[in-house]
């Protein structure tokens, strides 16, 4: 017996001259019933409502929005939260920022931090906070170091980079390392060659 699983999907959008978006839609689902959702976007703000029904009863609604800026040099900075309504959610503060970009090298620097919301919206639990930097060689090397922290907990740092010892159109061979290292925890690294063929 085959079992055949079909899907329609219906999408709406409205662009108006201000760059004000309304999009949406909905399809059936495999195990019965309808899913949908639907938004506005305006600039760098968004937000969406979604569910569903099984046909018998409406699932989890599902709320989110927030706001994504564009900075210099491939740099973001944003906001975002999802939440059902009486039960709880999430939400992220989030960014990254070049340091610096030349011809030869390039630095980024990211964060990110994260909240459990109780059913009246309210920050519950430990906040969730990361910090890491990227760089970049135009000859193909790489490093990052990154710190993380878990409310009052410990702070767990990683860092690694790689090396290309071969470099060719066709593929190449890296040298690489990375570790990680936090209070209370011994440390771990590894080193390692990896190689990659372009077919």
Request: proline letters at 6%; glycine letters at 22%.
């Amino acid at each position: 017996m085959v079992k055949h699983v079909f899907s329609l999907f219906l999408v709406v959008a409205l662009v108006s001259q201000s760059m004000a978006q309304f999009f949406g839609g909905g399809g059936f689902l495999p195990s019965g019933g309808i899913g949908g959702m639907g938004g506005y976007k305006y600039g760098p703000a968004w937000g969406s409502v979604s569910s569903s029904y099984d046909g018998r009863r409406l699932g989890p609604v599902d709320v989110g929005g927030g706001a994504h800026f564009k900075l210099p040099n491939d740099g973001f900075a944003g906001a975002r939260a999802s939440v059902q309504p009486g039960v709880g959610g999430t939400s992220s503060l989030y960014g990254k920022v070049n340091i610096f970009d030349t011809p030869t090298h390039r630095l980024d620097v990211q964060g990110h931090h994260d909240r459990f919301l109780n059913r009246d919206l309210k920050p519950v639990g430990p906040a969730i906070n990361e910090i890491g930097a990227n760089y970049k060689h135009v000859g193909g090397a790489t490093a990052h170091i990154g710190a993380s922290k878990v409310g009052s907990g410990p702070i767990q740092g990683s860092l690694g980079a790689s090396v290309p010892l071969l470099s060719t159109p066709q593929g190449g061979i890296n040298l690489g390392v990375q570790g990680v290292a936090g209070q209370g925890m011994k440390p771990q690294g590894q080193i390692g060659v990896v190689g990659e063929i372009k077919f």
